[in-house]
């Protein structure tokens, strides 16, 4: 073996994932020494099988590798290592050279027996030699090692595995199907199994991809750069499923930084930060799920939404146990569909996702990508359709993610100002350059193509949207007319939702927006009074419906006829926007008490004004989204440690019943949600509410009337004082009679069981603007719902 020079750097330290017992710096063997990649390992007790015919050829020495040559070599800075390693047509023959480092001995030679060639030991690891062959064979390599020889491919011998079509795609930032062309790639190039490895890395001086098939030592495995694309390239043959690896990048200042795959598909569960060289081979069932997916819009189809942290709902369930019990759950409870806090990977289970690291792999802490997609399938067969959080509006400062990721800004603005999220000590993407943007959409596609996702709810969006936003008069700089909004982060925006919904038919995307920005869902061609076209978000959660109405509930009764105008101020601007009213995560959290618990009184009163908001929000326009543990007035703030007290169902507690009388609410008003169409398939059209009593702020009664699309009305009514209201008279349309399809007193759920059991006849009375009117009995603290008998 020959020994290191002092001005060549060591072989560097251990990575996540390499032989723990090798002591940290030591050498490491050449990775076909312990059978790595392309390699088959030789009885180091046997000799090396004879010929039947003496294939050896004369060799003269090669032309000698240059000292510069050498030394961008051994220090990663090479930007096209082919071209000197390898085998290459010169005058005179075929010049063979390889790096292997730690060999004893390098052997070119043919399989089928042709000629056999012995390399020069050059020092430094390199091997040469020049054989009088007419032209490039086909051929392997024999090295030696101290423990015996090892045959192998040499990696240096194949052309470019990734095409000129995909390189100019990826300089102009349109390549929709991004991860088929970066990453670790498993495939058959030239005849040999393998795995291709590319990185964009335009900083970059030099790229080597390390792992457990090199013992993490990358000296023998540079990658080649493929032109100005910045796109870094290595097929490595013999490398397979489930290696690790990460890529050692050699930064503009000539130092070194090990990363992680930004678009690997697979991690290593955390907090250990390898790649994980990954191949799928689920087998999908869901066809007849995504035949119907498309049949009708989201917003003109039932939508009730059950809001999950797949960690903690049930904790120490991996995908597929919980592909066991969530889809048999949600079906039960009449959800249309769940929606995933971030199963991105991300190192720090505290930020619940949404410091994500890994944009292209699922959270290995509860399984293998497949095991996700066996989840989601799971999911499809139930009836239940799937949304993911997704995160594009920040990335953490992890030192092996992609801050700063081949030495200078790059997936961040070179700004710092401008990169630097005030609210959460992480790094705002650069929307404004291509391959970034890039790298975003083809992300979004590829969680709804690969993992048939349903729909995206976009995080975070107003702070893309705002220069300023979260900054101070000197921190932040204006667009270039002037003003406040980033038009970068527009266009990105524009560009995701336009090319997902044009992919993908049947998905939706979901904004988080809690600003007044104008045309959130109106279509991206569309454009505003301010200029702009709509962002093309097909729904956006309605947070001052969320802020109002959960201010309203939390007053105590003879306070809310002072703030009466919390309840009916959405619908100033219900339209527009298409809506999801949600009371998520965040509501539950951070101090902020459980959703029963911010309710005023005794714990009876709390259960039945959270059963009276349930079944006001689930008649209001919009859509409904609920977190989990809130659908059985769970007591406790949610953790994402300890997840939903289950153990306040289970039928040996005393306080049982008023927890299972939540849950079987929200099951029925799921039922009779989804077989109203007055509830749902007018939630865009003024035409489908009216108020029947939007001012009986003294009574603490709301009134409202919703309609389907051939005219069918439900009358919904909810009294928000703890009195019962009898005979009280509400205007309606002239049908004869109306029954009560639901009340959330009733005893069943808990309540005093107040109803009206019977159909309540209409009198022609006028109230309310209308000929005829009902007399109702308001149970307290309660809603009904009736419709036409």
């Not at 330290?13 to 002591?23: F, I, Q, R, V």
Request: proline fraction near 8%; glycine fraction near 10%; hydrophobic fraction near 40%.
């Amino acid at each position: 073996m020959t020994a290191r020079r002092p001005d060549v750097p060591e072989p560097f330290p251990h990575d996540p994932g390499a032989d723990a017992s090798a002591p940290l710096g030591a050498p490491r063997p050449d990775p076909a020494a312990s059978g790595g990649p392309g390699a088959d390992v030789t009885d180091p007790d046997a000799a090396i099988p004879q010929r039947t015919a003496d294939p050896a050829v004369d060799v003269r020495a090669a032309p000698a590798l240059s000292r510069a040559e050498r030394e961008l070599l051994l220090s990663g800075s090479h930007h096209s290592p082919h071209a000197v390693l390898g085998a290459h047509d010169v005058p005179g023959g075929v010049l063979f050279r390889a790096l292997r480092p730690y060999a004893r001995s390098v052997t070119a030679y043919d399989p089928a027996g042709s000629f056999e060639v012995e390399l020069h030991d050059d020092g430094d690891g390199f091997f040469s030699a020049l054989a009088p062959l007419d032209t490039v064979p086909a051929y392997r390599l024999r090295v030696g090692y101290d423990g015996g020889p090892v045959e192998t491919e040499d990696a240096y011998r194949f052309l470019p595995s990734l095409g000129e079509l995909d390189l100019h795609l990826i300089a102009e930032g349109r390549h929709e199907e991004l991860w088929k062309a970066l990453g670790a790639e498993p495939m058959t190039h030239q005849g040999v199994e393998g795995t291709r490895f590319t990185l964009w890395a335009p900083n970059a001086r030099g790229v080597r991809v390390i792992g457990t098939f090199n013992f993490w030592n990358g000296i023998g495995f540079p990658l080649r750069s493929l032109g100005s694309s910045g796109v870094w390239e290595l097929f490595v043959p013999g490398v397979g499923e489930g290696e690790l690896y990460k890529f050692e990048i050699t930064r503009p200042d000539g130092t070194f930084t090990h990363r992680a795959d930004p678009m690997a598909r697979r991690a290593q569960r955390p907090p250990e930060t390898a790649s994980v060289v990954s191949v799928s081979r689920h087998e999908w069932q869901d066809g007849d799920w995504l035949a119907r997916r498309a049949e009708r819009p989201a917003h003109e189809a039932p939508f009730s939404v059950y809001e999950v942290h797949l960690p903690s709902w049930r904790p120490g369930s991996t995908y597929r146990e919980l592909a066991d019990r969530l889809p048999a759950y949600v079906a039960d409870l009449g959800f249309t569909h769940v929606e995933l806090m971030p199963v991105a990977e991300h190192p720090f289970g505290g930020s619940w996702g949404y410091q994500v690291t890994g944009f292209y792999a699922p959270t290995s802490t509860l399984g293998a990508p497949d095991d996700f997609k066996y989840l989601v399938d799971a999911l499809h067969r139930a009836g239940i359709g799937v949304i993911m959080d997704w995160v594009p509006a920040h990335f953490p400062r992890d030192a092996w993610a992609l801050a700063e990721f081949d030495g200078r800004p790059l997936y961040e603005p070179a700004d710092p100002l401008r990169a630097s999220h005030p609210d959460w000590g992480t790094l705002e993407f650069d929307f404004g350059r291509a391959e970034v943007r890039n790298f975003l959409v083809a992300n979004a596609v590829y969680w709804c193509e690969e993992f048939h996702i349903d729909g995206l709810r976009v995080d975070a969006v107003a702070s893309m949207l705002y220069l300023d936003y979260s900054r101070k008069d000197g921190e932040w700089t204006p667009n270039e007319h002037g003003g406040r909004e980033n038009l970068a982060a527009v266009s990105f925006l524009q560009e995701m939702n336009a090319t997902v919904y044009r992919r993908v038919p049947g998905v939706v995307t979901i904004a988080e927006e809690s600003t007044a920005w104008d045309g959130v869902t109106r279509a991206t061609h569309h454009v505003g009074p301010g200029g702009f076209g709509g962002l093309g978000f097909g729904l956006k959660w309605n947070m001052g419906w969320m802020h109002d109405s959960l201010g309203y509930v939390a007053k105590e009764s003879v306070h809310r006829k002072y703030h009466h105008n919390d309840m009916t101020f959405s619908m100033v601007y219900a339209y527009s926007e298409n809506y999801v009213l949600p009371i998520s995560h965040d509501e539950v959290v951070h101090g902020k008490k459980s959703l029963v618990m911010k309710m005023p009184g005794d714990w009876w009163q709390q259960r039945a004004t959270l059963r009276a908001y349930l079944g006001f929000m689930w008649a209001h326009p919009g859509k409904q989204l609920l977190f989990m543990g809130s659908e059985f007035a769970q007591g406790t703030e949610w953790s994402e440690v300890k997840g939903p007290d289950w153990w306040v169902l289970d039928p040996g507690y005393h306080g049982a019943a008023d927890h299972r009388g939540v849950q079987d609410l929200v099951r029925d008003l799921n039922a009779a949600y989804s077989g109203t169409p007055a509830l749902w398939q007018r939630d865009i059209d003024p035409g489908g509410f009216a108020w029947v009593a939007g001012d009986a702020a003294e009574d603490n009664v709301f009134a409202f009337l919703r309609f389907s699309a051939d005219g069918s009305p439900l009358l919904a009514v909810t009294n928000f004082a703890p009195v019962v209201r009898h005979d009280y008279r509400l205007g309606v349309p002239g049908f004869a009679a109306w029954q009560e399809i639901l009340n959330t007193d009733a005893s069943r759920y808990g309540g005093s069981n107040v109803l009206n059991p019977d159909p309540v006849k209409s009198e022609h009375t006028p109230a309310h603007g209308h000929a005829s009117s009902v007399q109702l009995t308001l149970p307290p603290l309660a809603t009904i719902w009736l419709r036409p008998a």
